[in-house]
């Protein structure tokens, strides 16, 4: 994870832990990790960074798309759970949730989505009877991608 013109990245690497996945992990991914977060914030603070350089699945134009906040809902979900640091399980979970939400929001542009929108989703919810648990889990994912865009 990494801030960079002003959003926060969350962006998947090719490498995974090997042992027990914490912080003072000594495995050969992990290490490799923070030399790959090290560098990229090295060329950050040297004003030198290119995303497609680190992360060649993502590019200037997805970032700048962003930024005039031109991107689409469904394309930041759907990006948020792919390339966030999710188990397989909850990953896989997410993407169900994404193929529901999807039809409900459209293509609507993320910064049209208020209140309203998202009230609206949740009485559907309750409308055709999903339980309070399902509710709060696909409102949970909603708040966080919610999170992610505005950091």
Wanted: net charge positive; with cysteine.
């Amino acid at each position: 994870m990494f801030r960079w013109r002003g959003i926060q990245y969350n962006l998947g690497t090719r490498y995974y832990c090997q042992r027990d996945g914490t912080k003072n992990c000594t495995c050969k991914s992990c290490h490799n990790a923070r030399l790959m977060s090290q560098a990229v914030q090295d060329e950050i603070d040297r004003d030198k960074f290119k995303i497609g350089e680190f992360f060649p699945e993502h590019t200037e134009a997805q970032h700048i798309s962003i930024l005039n906040n031109n991107i689409i809902f469904n394309d930041f979900m759907k990006d948020y759970v792919e390339n966030g640091a999710f188990q397989y399980s909850t990953r896989k979970n997410y993407r169900s949730m994404v193929k529901l939400m999807s039809s409900h929001f459209k293509s609507m542009l993320i910064t049209e989505i208020t209140r309203a929108h998202v009230k609206h989703y949740r009485d559907w919810l309750v409308r055709y009877k999903t339980s309070n648990k399902t509710i709060n889990n696909r409102l949970g994912l909603l708040s966080s991608v919610f999170k992610d865009a505005v950091d």
